[in-house]
């Protein structure tokens, strides 16, 4: 029964009622089912909050210590009315963060879960293509409209960009799920019969809804998906003979807006993304260790970061940049040694972990160009690698992150590097303006 409350949840996150039937505007349908899935659940949860478990996944301490960051980023400045708010917005995400791993606790439940995501993801961008195409009505759903110019001819025109429903309300926060949907849809191929058919008319219209994104994270998204599919599967060494051209043809089968990442023009969004993040770097020097505020870089630049790592650290400090940075790159890196182990055992798992690797590194990728530290899209990828490293065989045990000094060390000495690198990239890049 939680199993399937718990799909019910991401049914509502993914095609929200409320863009379907505006009636339903303002109910709190979402809130209503994750109670509910939570009473149901939380004798599970308890478990996962006990110490040794907090050891065994560092990713669930991770998450615990950042929705700790994000109330004392503002409870530190004195500020206890916006400690409660961005508290409990970020709550939020961690009890669905918590309910996924929870719930999804054995090979067979993953790779169901893995299995109606793909779903979701593919009813919301058929009906977000209908939108575009004006087969339906939807306003919630429109597109939005981006000046653009020609560099040939100087001219302006709009340039329509395919939006989701919801959190996906933005061309480049469609594209990252886009990506995690196009690996899931190749796992998926293994299938047999219909449901095969079904992925693989799947993988083409997810594939043409990204392109009509428009959107260069999107494709960067894309490539980092790519890259670590091919490493996660063949090792590093073929991963660049192999994913390396794939990338290149992919790059001119997009072409156009998504892969043209001009850094030097002044005008183009790439360089004034880039004078934000040399923003966020000084906005850290002001608070190093707590950070500005959660929600608080837009209202002191304008802007967000358009970087969810830079934005991490500019709100939440060294604490939580150090933990968000690390929730990516340290699994990242674990993913990639498990390849080849577990030989012999679950097939399903074995199978599913290199397309998890790829969805993790899609979406870091993603994040590079989004400021997303605060929505559920990361934590839903970061679950589901929770649970991968979960169910890994006990031979395996030695090649997984425990709470450890050592991993904590790992972790500060990751952080110095990002900062230090970012502020060398920024120097080097960021133009004046």
Known sequence: MRFYLFVLLNAVLFVRPADIFPDLDGAPIYEAVILLCLAVSAPAI??????????????????????????????????????????????????????????????????HFVGWIGVLIVCMTGLSLLQYSGAIDLPSLAPIEQAEVDPETGEKYQLPRLCGPGIFNDPNDLSVILVVGLMICLYQLKSA???????????????????????????????????????????????????????????????????NLDLSNSADTGQQRIRLWRDGMVLLQQSPVIGIGAGRFEDEVGLVAHNSFVHSYAELGVLGGTLFLGAFVVPLAVLFRLRGTDRGRDRTLRDLRPFVLACAAGTAGGMVSLSRVYTLTPYLVLGMVTVVLGLTSPSAAHRLPRLSPRLIVLLLGLSVLFIALTHVFVGLFAGSG
């Not at 008319?201 to 998204?221: D, K, N, Q, W």
Request: hydrophobic share 55%; with cysteine; proline share 3%.
């Open 46 to 111: 308890c478990q996962l909050l006990k110490p040794r478990k907090l050891y065994e996944q560092p990713l669930i301490f991770a998450m615990l210590g950042m929705l700790m960051a994000v109330i004392m980023s503002h409870l530190a400045h004195g500020r206890a009315g916006e400690a409660f708010e961005w508290g409990f917005r970020f709550f939020k995400v961690t009890a669905y963060f918590l309910l996924l791993v929870a719930v999804v606790d054995t090979p067979a439940r993953l790779h």
């Open 193 to 259: 019969g219909a449901a095969r058919v079904f992925w693989a008319g799947s993988l083409i219209v997810l594939g043409y809804a990204l392109t009509l994104t428009h959107s260069r994270g999107g494709f960067v998204a894309l490539a980092c998906a790519v890259m670590a599919l091919a490493a996660g599967r063949l090792g590093l060494r073929k991963a660049i003979l192999i994913g390396g051209p794939a990338v290149i043809g992919l790059a001119v089968l997009f072409g156009g807006r998504q892969t």
